[in-house]
């Protein structure tokens, strides 16, 4: 199932970005949440939300700056970036999980953090 993802952009240290991400079709999803992939790095995960639990996951590196909600029904995702550093320059890719793996990718939306 193709994901739509919006909100990535240019942004100076320290300001604010808003990712978004919402299924084209129709699913029934266990979880979702944000991955980034740097350049010359690995994609990592940054963080996720498991809709039964209610957990929520942050990476390290974003606890405190980065905030992710959602809507079951809907299946969609938002990530809000606050604080943001050169560091976190990357391709965020929204992510679905039906089961076990995250199973359904993004395209990919790119946030730049300039100095």
């Known amino acids: 199932v193709p994901l739509v993802e919006s909100g990535g952009g240019l942004v100076e240290s320290g300001g604010s970005l808003t990712l978004s991400c919402a299924p084209e079709?129709?699913?029934?999803?266990?979880?979702m949440g944000w991955f980034r992939q740097a350049p010359g790095k690995e994609r990592e995960i940054v963080a996720a939300i498991a809709w039964d639990s209610g957990n929520i996951f942050y990476a390290d590196a974003v606890k405190g700056r980065f905030s992710i909600s959602g809507d079951r029904k809907q299946n969609t995702v938002s990530l809000q970036m606050h604080n943001l550093k050169p560091e976190d320059t990357a391709v965020y890719y929204c992510?679905?999980?039906?089961?076990?793996?995250?199973?359904?990718w993004g395209q990919g939306t790119q946030v730049t953090v300039s100095l």
């Open positions: 992510v679905v999980r039906i089961a076990t793996l995250w199973n359904f």
């Open positions: 079709r129709p699913l029934t999803s266990a979880a």
